[in-house]
């Protein structure tokens, strides 16, 4: 019950954060990106529970498919054996704060404690340092990018929800995704998502039909050069 009140809190804030960003003056996180080529990028979040993450990390090495888990800090302590699986198996890790707050009611202080504190746990174990941060709730606001940019991490949203927390069953989670798709989408899933085993390899499998490479976050961003559009689209100047 938890993490369904939780990931429902997500959907209601991202839509917040969205309304919110089509602001002139706002700074933008990355919802997805534009590219001259097939590649996307299918990104976990993790904060609550670990019942399907191997499963999950066993799909993705049958399909030969790299991705990006978003942690929390609390997860990273209660799961360290799972986040030197995730590492030990060439996936990318990515910051999902300390505490899981709304990160635009902190203060520069606290935004800054947040994503230090997970990502120096991350850096013990992996001896990485995340350079991808993702708001928890999908929630923020100027300070939190400039915040996180200050700090070496690319603010990074989705421009395709899976829905997958609303528990609908697995076809509704995959029409959603492949219907949805093009190149440069970011997809949001769940690291504990109820039926995510069972429709996870579905939706690799129709996106690799398609043409699709899916990659981590971090090789499908842009790092110079760029601008982002009112609906958070990276584009690379020409």
Known sequence: MTMVLSLMTISISKNYSVIN????????????????????????DAAYGDEYTLDILDTLDKYNVKSTFFLVKFW??????????????????????????????????????????????IYEITKEKPILFRPPYGDYNDTVIEVARENGYHTIQWDIDSLDWKELGVQPVVDRVVRNVSSGS????????????????LVIEKLQEEGYEIVPVSELIHYEDYKIDNNGRQIPNK
């Open 21 to 44: 960003a089509f602001s002139p003056t706002k700074e933008l996180p990355i919802y997805s990106v534009e590219r001259n080529d097939n590649k996307i990028a299918i990104s976990f």
């Open 76 to 121: 990273v302590e209660k799961f360290p054996h799972r986040v030197e699986e995730i590492h030990k198996r060439g996936h990318e890790i990515g910051n999902h704060s300390a505490t899981h707050p709304n990160m635009s009611t902190l203060s520069r202080e606290n935004m800054a404690k947040e994503l230090n504190d997970t990502g120096d746990l």
């Open 186 to 201: 970011i997809v949001l899933f769940h690291n504990n998502a109820k039926y995510i085993s069972e429709y996870l390899p």
